[in-house]
């Protein structure tokens, strides 16, 4: 990996262009005008290049077509379902309650960050913290802009606060019975090829498995549960208090509270 920053750049409009010189000042990133350069010019020995578009914001990596942009993914039809009274696995495993303040260490899409959001509602609080900086500044731009025409999820993804952080570090300081519950979904080991949602972020994700320190910070941290979404045979932590199949497959490893067992 290169020491080069990461650019910030726009469509050559002028409402793009003053938008990615306030990100830039923002994220204290280098601002390059356009300028009718294409991503591979700008990207050079960069670590890639943000562009700001009209109505969302792009990354480059070097070397890639593809850019990763938010999109909400399954969190939509997921709430839907669950504002019928059709239980998501993610909900019931958590057990959060209306004013929960819960940490979803593992943004990634945010999808979940979402679902959860909108369980906890607009007395709870969401904090979520993503450890890639392409990955938490592109997410938390697109919760702050999407529109999904819903005003309920458009209000529940506007609560949510993202923070650039490696969850290790952050728990590590945090304080005991701080949150009422914590959530993980780290990257596999083994990639699920069948996991099209997830494909756009694998590159730039951070791909470190839960280390059972981290669990055990972790249940310090809450005041109720910690939440693993993994592979059911997963117990290099130990062994969960309960096990909640998710709609793929997986698992959700529910673990009390360190001050509860
Ligand atoms: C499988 S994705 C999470 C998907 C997410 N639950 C969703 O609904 O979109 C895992 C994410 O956790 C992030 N991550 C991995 N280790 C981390 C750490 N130590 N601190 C913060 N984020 C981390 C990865 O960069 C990746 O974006």
Not at 19 to 46: D, E, F, N, V
Not at 96 to 118: E, P
Not at 162 to 182: G, K, Q, T, Y
Request: proline share 5%; with cysteine.
């Amino acid at each position: 990996m290169t020491d080069a920053p990461y650019l910030i750049t726009d469509t050559d409009r002028s409402e793009t262009r003053e938008r990615a010189q306030q990100m830039a000042a923002l994220l204290h990133l280098p601002y390059l005008p356009r300028q009718g350069r294409s991503i591979a010019a700008l990207c050079g020995t960069s670590r890639g290049v943000f562009v700001v578009e009209q109505k969302a914001l792009a990354f480059y990596a070097p070397g890639s077509k593809t850019a990763f942009r938010y999109h909400p993914s399954s969190a939509i039809p997921r709430i839907r379902d669950a504002s019928k009274g059709i239980a998501d696995p993610l909900l019931v495993a958590c057990e959060v309650q209306k004013g929960d303040r819960v940490l979803d260490a593992t943004l990634g899409l945010g999808a979940d960050a979402l679902v959860l959001s909108w369980g906890i509602g607009e007395e709870g609080e969401l904090i979520a913290l993503e450890h890639s900086l392409p990955i938490a500044v592109v997410v938390c731009d697109g919760l702050r802009r999407y529109q999904s025409n819903r005003a309920t999820i458009d209000a529940a993804m506007r609560r949510i606060r993202v923070f650039h952080a490696d969850h290790r570090h952050f728990l590590r300081h945090a304080e005991s019975s701080s949150f009422d519950i914590i959530y993980f979904d780290p990257m596999f080991v083994h990639p699920r090829y069948a996991s099209a949602g997830i494909a756009p972020l694998r590159a730039l994700a951070d791909p470190r498995p839960l280390s059972g320190d981290t669990l055990a910070l972790a249940r310090r941290v809450a005041r109720r549960r910690v939440v693993v979404k993994a592979e059911a045979e997963q117990v290099c932590w130990g062994k969960a208090d309960r096990l909640i199949r998710t709609h793929s497959g997986l698992y959700y490893h529910v673990f009390e509270a360190a001050s509860r067992s």
